[in-house]
Every structure is written in structure tokens, then in C-alpha cells.
């Protein structure tokens, strides 16, 4: 599955499912959103099988695609899990901070049993990355991976500032030297949580109102079996307010998680009018001179809101306009796709480099 139609399928609710199977990693990026380490939380891979393994041939996500800190320090469970899926017709994808290619001896055999049934394997690279696992080491191992995968991705990060970016224009022209079009790359900003806010100043809240919400189409498992709402899991983290919870792992399958994914109304108006068109709409009130910030208004959102927005989406015209938006995010190509996810729009193209279309 090529990264453009991976952006493509993140566009529409419930098509596929985060999995954030360990919080741990062996690096140390100073950039790392998850603030990851090696003495972070693990839990038992149980929750996980359980969830996968309730996958229906009529009811089950399109694709998986599993993160964390690093999924493949459990090689053993990404393997199964990807089997489980495949089971009913669900493919997996997994996103990697190649630490195993540190060294360059080629890939373990038990990270190549893992990768082996990916649809699409995503790896990290960037000016962090670097300080701890070496590009040419990167690439190498890249090669491998792109012997037993179909498709493969780089996602690179760039701290914010005006214009182009050296040291990314840099990288990009030698992916493209040595992988020609065959790796894709999703370049983003880096974002003000986890290590990475040492990395930048203090985010100053507002800027207007971004519109429906990207984050929250697909459901995430975090890595204590907590399933969220929304995939920008670093927010969440300690457990987020109930509207933003929608179970476990450990006891909820996937029919009733999906179910609540797509017929949840404050979800519903959160990826239709927004979080802040939503709290316009249907309160609480804002409190005065407070600045727009989208996801301080959505974890302000509130059961009475809840019910104010079931009510406006019953309606005729709250039921187009539910329809009008999907159909509007859907249609749209996947490097805008990207850029509203966080892409740099100089650097959007990429995401479409050797699609087919
Ligand atoms: S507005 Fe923010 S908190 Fe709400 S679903 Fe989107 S990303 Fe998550």
C-alpha cells in the first residue's frame, strides 16, 4: 500500500486502527514525541491479540498500522498480529526508528519474520534520527526492507522556520538518488510534545480555526490497551476526558469500537464542524479573550455538547452537511491530505512520488 493511498484511507472513519504496542525504545531522539526509552511502560501483548483477533470478514478496519515508541522491539507480536489480520483481509503497516539497522549487519531475522507480511513498512529519518542510527546505516537496511514489502515510506521531520530547509533538501535529493521514486517521504514539522518540547519554544495557542479534525478518524490502542478517539496519542497520554476514550482492548472488539467511532456524535461534529465550530455551536460557552486553540476546545467539549450535537446532526441539514464534509476530505488528493495532517507544503509532492494514482 503505497503512502498516498495510506493518507487516503486516514481520511475516512474507522478504515484502519493505531496500535502503540510498546512506549519503549532504544533510541534517544532528542525530537521524540512519545518522550520514548527503555524504561518506559510495556504492557502484556494480550489486549492486542484480543482486538485484532475480533476482526470480522464483515466488520474489521481496512489496515492496522502499528507505532509507539518502537513496535519492532516485539517482532513476535507484530508478526502475529499482522497474521491475525491478514486473517480476515486486513492489511498491517508499521512505522520504524530503525534501530536494529544500527551497525549495518543487515537486517536480525526476527525484525525480517516481522516485516515479511507488511503492506507498508514507514521509517524515521531525520537530523535527530541521525545522532543515533547512522543514514547510510538507514538506507541500507531500507534496501532490505523494500526486498519484502511491496511498499516503503520516510517520515522526516523539520524544526519550524520560513522557507526550505537545508538539510532537508539534502536528504530528500539522495533518497531520490539512491531509491529513485520508490520511497515515497512525508515531511512534518516537529511538534511541541514529548522531548521534542525542549526542542522548541512554548507553542503559543490560536491561529484561527482549523476546520474538521484529522485526528479523529481512526481509533488508537495505546500501549496499556486504552483505546482513544483521537491518534494524536501524546495529548491523551494519563488517560483524556471521556469523549475522547472509547474502551479497552481487553474487552471491547472491534464491532462495538467501530460503532462508537462512527456514531459518536460529539466525534461526528468534531470531524464536521470541528472542535471550535463544535463548541460555537453547542457550547460550553469559551471563556472570554480565551485564544482559538482547537485541541484545548475539543478536551473542553462536554455530555450536554454531546447531546446539543446529536441533535443538530439528526437534523436534514446537519445530515448533508455530516455527508458534504466526509465526501469533501475524501475527494481530496493526498498531499493536501498531508498538509493538513502537519506536512511542510513545500514538501507535500513527496507524499506521491511513484503513485500510481
Ligand atoms: S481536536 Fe485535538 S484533541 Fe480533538 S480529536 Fe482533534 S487532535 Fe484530538
Known amino acids: ?36 526509552t527503555m524504561a518506559a511502560a510495556q504492557s502484556p501483548g494480550e489486549p492486542f491479540r484480543r482486538l485484532v483477533d475480533s476482526f470480522e470478514p464483515d466488520c474489521r478496519p481496512e489496515l492496522i498500522l502499528m507505532s509507539g515508541g518502537e513496535p519492532l522491539l516485539r517482532p513476535g507480536l507484530v508478526a502475529e498480529l499482522t497474521a491475525s489480520a491478514a486473517r480476515v483481509g486486513t492489511g498491517a503497516a508499521l512505522l520504524s526508528g530503525m534501530f536494529f539497522a544500527r551497525g549495518g549487519a543487515g537486517l536480525p531475522p526476527a525484525v525480517r519474520r516481522a516485516v515479511a507480511g507488511l503492506a507498508h513498512f514507514a521509517a524515521s529519518l531525520d537530523a535527530q534520527h541521525e ?8 538506507f541500507g537496511a531500507l534496501a532490505a526492507v523494500l526486498d519484502l514489502v511491496p511498499a516503503v515510506s520516510l517520515h522526516i521531520t523539520a524544526l519550524p522556520g520560513a522557507g526550505p530547509d537545508p538539510y532537508v533538501d539534502g536528504l530528500v535529493a539522495e533518497v531520490r538518488r539512491r531509491f529513485g521514486a520508490r520511497v515515497p517521504m512525508l515531511v512534518s514539522a516537529v511538534r511541541p510534545t514529548g522531548r ?16 474538521p479534525c484529522e485526528f479523529a478518524h481512526w481509533p488508537l490502542v495505546d500501549q496499556d490497551g486504552t483505546v482513544l478517539a483521537c491518534t494524536r496519542q501524546s495529548l491523551l497520554r494519563g488517560g483524556g476526558p471521556a469523549h475522547l476514550v472509547l474502551g479497552h482492548a481487553a474487552r471491547d472488539p472491534w464491532r462495538t ?39 484545548r476546545n475539543c478536551l473542553a467539549l462536554t455530555p450536554a455538547t454531546a447531546a446539543r450535537a446529536a441533535e443538530g446532526l439528526g437534523t436534514p441539514e446537519g445530515r448533508r452537511m455530516e455527508r458534504a464534509v466526509l465526501a469533501l476530505t475524501a475527494a481530496r488528493a493526498p498531499r493536501r491530505l498531508a498538509v493538513a495532517r502537519g506536512a511542510l507544503p513545500g514538501y507535500a509532492d513527496l507524499v506521491e512520488l511513484g503513485w500510481a494514482g
Open 131 to 138: 545522532r543515533e542510527v547512522g543514514r547510510a546505516e538507514v
Open 257 to 295: 469500537l467501530s460503532g462508537r467511532t462512527l456514531g459518536d456524535p460529539l466525534l461526528r461534529s468534531v470531524r464536521t464542524l470541528g472542535p471550535i465550530g463544535t463548541r460555537r455551536r453547542h457550547g460550553p460557552p469559551a471563556e472570554p479573550g480565551c485564544a482559538p486553540d482547537a485541541c
Open 1 to 36: 500500500m503505497h503512502l498516498a493511498d495510506l493518507l487516503t484511507l486516514g481520511a475516512r472513519p474507522a478504515a484502519g486502527l493505531l496500535l502503540a504496542l510498546t512506549d519503549r525504545c532504544p533510541l534517544a531522539c532528542a525530537h521524540c514525541s512519545t518522550a520514548s
Open 196 to 211: 521534542a518540547r525542549g526542542l522548541l519554544p512554548a507553542p503559543t495557542p490560536g491561529g484561527g480555526d482549523p476546520g
